[in-house]
C-alpha cells in the first residue's frame, strides 16, 4: 500500500469495483480496500439482476450465473398468482448472479485496469485537513496505514460509515431498513425459471417473500420484513421459517445469511469536498424490491468517471463533483428510484384484503415487461377504488 493515490474506493462489492475500474481507466492511480477477507463472500443478497441493465456494463458468462430467469411470478396473500414475462418478453427478464464469482470478476476487471485492491483492508476513519477530508485510516493485518487521496468514493454498502464521517447524514429510519434473511434450500420441487415474490402483510409484514432459482433443484429462499416489524418470536428468520415449514417442509438448508436493505429516499446529496457516495452507501437499492445491485453498477462507474474529470480540472470541491449527483438524480435512476418509493409508500402497508383484490384483478392483465409505471397504470385501471385513496400515483 503506497501513501498517496489520486483515488481511494473503500469497499470491494459491485459499486466499488466500477469505481475503481473507471477511475483507473482514466490513468488515475487507484487503491481499493475491501475490509473482508474475500471478495463476494458472504453473498448477502439475492442475486437477481434484469438481462439488459447487466449488459449495459458486462457481457453475461455462464461462469458467475446461477439460474437464467423467464418470468417473475406475483403470489398475493391468498395464493392467486400473476406472472409477467414468459414468451411475450422475448427471452428477456434476467439471471439470478452467482456473486461470490461475479463479485470477484468485477474485482479482477479492476485490477486489470490498473487499479490496487487490497482485501482484509478496513478503513476506520477518514483524514481531514483543513476541513476537508484528505484520505483514510486502514487497518491491515495489525498494521495501520493513512492514506492520503485526492477523491475518496464511499461504496461501503447498507452498512456505510464513511459518508457519515465525511459529515454526510446517512441515517435510515428503522421502519425502512428491511431486515432479511435468506436460505439456501436444496432437493426442492419448484418453477426454476421463475423468480416469485410473495407478498402479504401477516406473512411478511411490509415486505416480501422471495424464491429465486440457484439451481434445479435448489433456490435462495429468503424474506425482507420492515425493521419496526422485528422483535423476539417474530423476527425475519421466524417468519422464513413458518414459510419454509408450510412450502418446502422437505427442503434442505445449507445456507442462512442475515443482512438489511434501505427501503428509504437516496441520501439527500451524495457528495462532498473530495467525497462521492455510491450504491447502497448512497441508499441507492428500489424501494420496492431492495435491489441495488444495477443501482451501485452504474453510480461506482459513473463516479469513476467523474472523479477523473475532476482530478485532472484540479478540482474535486463539492461544487465540481455535483455533477455526479445531477447525473444519476435526474436520470433513469433517480427518477425509477423517486417514483417506486412513492409506490412503495402506498402500497406496502395495505392489508391482505386490499393486497388480494389488487392481485386478483391482474391475474388476468396482459403485460410483457416487468416496468413498475404500466404495472401502476394497469393495477389502476383495474381498481378504481385506488384512485381515491392514492391519487398522488396517478
Ligand atoms: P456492497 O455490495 O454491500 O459492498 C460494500 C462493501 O464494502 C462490502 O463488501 C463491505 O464489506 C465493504 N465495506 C464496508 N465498510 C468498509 C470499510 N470501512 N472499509 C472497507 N470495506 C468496507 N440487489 C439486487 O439487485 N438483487 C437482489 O436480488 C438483491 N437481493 C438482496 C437480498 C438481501 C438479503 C440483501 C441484504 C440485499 C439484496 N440486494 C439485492 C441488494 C444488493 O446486495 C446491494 O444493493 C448491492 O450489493 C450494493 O452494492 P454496493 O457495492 O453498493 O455495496
Not at 457481457?59 to 414468459?86: C, H, M, N, Q, Y
Request: with cysteine; hydrophobic share 45%; proline share 4%.
Amino acid at each position: 500500500m503506497k501513501e498517496t493515490y489520486d483515488v481511494l474506493v473503500v469497499g470491494g462489492g459491485p459499486g466499488g469495483a466500477l469505481a475503481a475500474k473507471a477511475a483507473a481507466e482514466s490513468g488515475l492511480s487507484v487503491l481499493l480496500v475491501e475490509k473482508r477477507p474475500a471478495i463476494g463472500a458472504p453473498v448477502r443478497c439475492a442475486e437477481g439482476i434484469g438481462k439488459e441493465a447487466l449488459a449495459e456494463f458486462i457481457a453475461a458468462d455462464p461462469k458467475w450465473i446461477s439460474a437464467d430467469i423467464e418470468r417473475a411470478v406475483l403470489v398475493g396473500p391468498d395464493g392467486t398468482k400473476f406472472t409477467i414475462g414468459g414468451e411475450a418478453a422475448g427471452g428477456k427478464v434476467g439471471y439470478v448472479l452467482d456473486r461470490k464469482i461475479f463479485d470477484r470478476e468485477l474485482i479482477w476487471r479492476a485490477a486489470e485496469a490498473g487499479a490496487e485492491i487490497q482485501v482484509h483492508a478496513r478503513a476506520s476513519a477518514p483524514i481531514i485537513i483543513e476541513g476537508k477530508l484528505a484520505g483514510a485510516v486502514i487497518h491491515q493485518h495489525g498494521k495501520t496505514y493513512e492514506v492520503r487521496a485526492k477523491v475518496v468514493i464511499a461504496a461501503d454498502g447498507v452498512e456505510s460509515k464513511f459518508a457519515k464521517w465525511a459529515g454526510i447524514d446517512t441515517t435510515v429510519p428503522l421502519w425502512e431498513l428491511e431486515t432479511c434473511a435468506q436460505y439456501i434450500v436444496n432437493d426442492i420441487d419448484f418453477d426454476n425459471k421463475a423468480n416469485v415474490f410473495h407478498v402479504s402483510n401477516e406473512a411478511c409484514p411490509w415486505g416480501y417473500i422471495w424464491i429465486f432459482p440457484k439451481g434445479p433443484r435448489c433456490a435462495n429462499i429468503g424474506i425482507g420484513i420492515a425493521g419496526t416489524k422485528s422483535g423476539e418470536g417474530h423476527r425475519a428468520k421466524d417468519y422464513l421459517d413458518k414459510y419454509l415449514a408450510k412450502e418446502f417442509p422437505n427442503g434442505k438448508v445449507t445456507e442462512l445469511i442475515v443482512g438489511g436493505v434501505s427501503v428509504c429516499k437516496p441520501l439527500e446529496c451524495t457528495v462532498a469536498d473530495n467525497l462521492i457516495v455510491v450504491g447502497d452507501a448512497a441508499r441507492l437499492s428500489d424501494p420496492i424490491t431492495g435491489g441495488g445491485i444495477y443501482n451501485a453498477m452504474y453510480t461506482g462507474n459513473l463516479a469513476g468517471n467523474i472523479a477523473a474529470t475532476a482530478i485532472k480540472n484540479g478540482d474535486s470541491s463539492k461544487k465540481a463533483l455535483m455533477i455526479y449527483d445531477k447525473t444519476w438524480r435526474d436520470g433513469p435512476v433517480g427518477t425509477t428510484l423517486a417514483r417506486n418509493y412513492a409506490v412503495k409508500e402506498s402500497f406496502i402497508k395495505m392489508d391482505d384484503k386490499k393486497l388480494n383484490s389488487i392481485v386478483h384483478s391482474m391475474s388476468d392483465m396482459q403485460i410483457d415487461d416487468l416496468s413498475v409505471r404500466k404495472l401502476v397504470l394497469a393495477i389502476f385501471k383495474a381498481n378504481p377504488w385506488l384512485a381515491l385513496e392514492l391519487p398522488h400515483l396517478l
